[in-house]
């Protein structure tokens, strides 16, 4: 009786707590305590007219509180107040730490992401604020009692609130109109970090169109391809890509970054292409939009899933075509070739904790390259720099800027100590694509080969307060967008296919993009389609025989 009087007594301390007051208390706490990314990004876009700042705030706000109220409801009201701050507290940590986007194609990203990866970002940092800004106000809200009227009038007095919010927000607005059209027509993402409704809506698309694409079959593409068999040349054709993860362009010294990160590739015969950029900032976009058919301009998701791609069009040229895979997975560009997925693989001498470091597709890649006995195409998808584990892609021997950053939380870590962590990665990854290169000339007396290596994205590395990559890429920063671009064609190859690798390099400074990646690679296997535009072919200028393949347009 003793115990059940001390329960009653906890009971009946607990504070009651009207259920749109509970509403307004939780409105407030979302927008003071996980939206700071999104008031100092807006107040800067704001700067210029305070009163338009203003009215902004008050607009938000009631927007926000009519949102909340519409889950004002007895028996749904704790668990979506509590689902919201949840949400806000998870959305505010990669906002406020990493300057990241939580939008569509972001939480995309994160769905294939591997648990890996995904461990890689749950830090102590991360759990100490997600215990204080998330379950502890949703604790409270367990804790406490929560008042609600009679269902009718209830009713009529949540749609009074609502429609007062939704007037305020509308009053606002038109306050200054042309302020905030000037202002959102300038910064397309000015709502994108508001924490928790974006990041819900945009799963909710995502949600919705996953669905719809489900049942997305791909229409063949390139049935008519086939080889031009040139008779100065009776090895088989192999080129290799090097699908690069996270590499940015900026810290290529290839491409004119001060620090010798290229020193083994800068030994080889490469064409460099400087000016290049990716098709996303997220390897879920890229990755599938570099090996489609469609440029940047006009791919979209659901394209890429209703069209068969390049490694597709190889094959229907009876072109061997393969895929070693390091990294999250191919994004359906593999449904119909030979696929390998390396992580699962308990290998210790590359893997542990369910990643491998890139020194595996080498060793693969021997294997692979004795069986080749015809025109092959291997396609090598690197786990590269991928971070925020920087430290974790390259072996000890390619620690050679320190100190280097050896934390996953890079609030433990000072900006050089990052950036040196980072280039180790391009280090190795320079050592990666020059050992491929290596592989080939050795085989050259069996084979004709050639190796293409372009990054599906870039990386921020504090630039603006920004880190790790995904931002939508109409305001991406240049980091995520420029990219590493090059190529090496043995001697044999070049003269048999009439390709002059020095007009290539005199041209190497023009404008490129993943665009150019589908059409280089039909060009460099003597592949004819329908389907090949040699305008985006980065050999087709430079080749002394090009009719061979456009005669077929």
Known sequence: MKDNGIKAGWLARRPEIGSI??????????????NHSFWIKASGYFAADRLAFILFVAAISALSMAIVTAFSAKYITKPF???????????????????????????????VSTGAEAGHLITTRFALHMLLTGV???????????????????????????LACLAVFAAAGFGDYRAFAGIGRAHKDILDRLNPFVPIASTIRLAVSSGEEAAVVAEPLGTDAHRIHTAALTK???????????????????????????????????????????????????????????????YTHRKGLATENLVDVLSHADVNVSWLDNDTGS???????????????????????????????????????????????????QLGSHGPAYYARYPDEYRRFVPDCRANDFGSCTPEEIT???????????????????KLKQRAGSMAGAVIYVSDHGESLGENGIYLHGAPYIVAPSQQTHVPFLVWVSD???????????????????????????HSVLGVMDVATSVYDPSLDVFSACRRQTDKVASVQ
């Open 236 to 298: 088989p054709r192999v080129t290799i890509i090097v699908a690069g993860e996270t590499a940015r362009g900026d810290d290529f010294s290839l491409g004119g970054y001060e620090r010798k990160t290229n020193p083994e590739l800068e030994k080889q015969n490469v064409v460099y292409f400087p000016n290049t950029s990716s098709c996303g900032t997220a390897t879920a976009v890229s990755l599938p939009c570099m090996f489609s058919v469609y440029p940047r301009t006009a």
């Open 21 to 34: 007051t509970l509403c307004v208390v939780t409105t407030l706490y979302l927008l003071l305590v996980t």
């Open 136 to 162: 502890l106000p949703s604790l409270l809200i367990v804790w406490v009692r929560v008042r609600h009227r009679p269902v009718w009038r209830k009713l009529a007095h949540n749609t009074a609130v609502i």
């Open 492 to 518: 044999e190859l070049a003269k048999s296919a009439g390709f002059d690798m020095s007009c290539v390099a005199k041209k190497a400074n023009a404008t490129r993009s993943h665009d150019n990646l589908f």
């Open 331 to 381: 994004y359906h560009v593999t449904d119909r070739i030979a696929y390998t997925y390396l992580p699962q693989s308990p290998d210790p001498r590359f893997c542990s904790d369910g990643e491998c470091q890139d020194g595996f597709l080498l060793d693969k890649v021997d294997g692979w390259l004795d069986q080749v006995k015809d025109d092959s195409v291997l396609v090598l998808h």
């Open 420 to 438: 040196n962590a980072y280039d180790n990665t391009i280090l190795y990854t320079d050592h990666v694509v020059s050992t491929v290169i290596d």
């Open 81 to 111: 107040l509590i689902f919201f701050i949840l949400a806000a507290a998870g959305g505010s940590w990669f906002t406020d730490q990493f300057g990241v986007i939580v939008d569509k194609e972001m939480i995309r990203n994160a769905a």
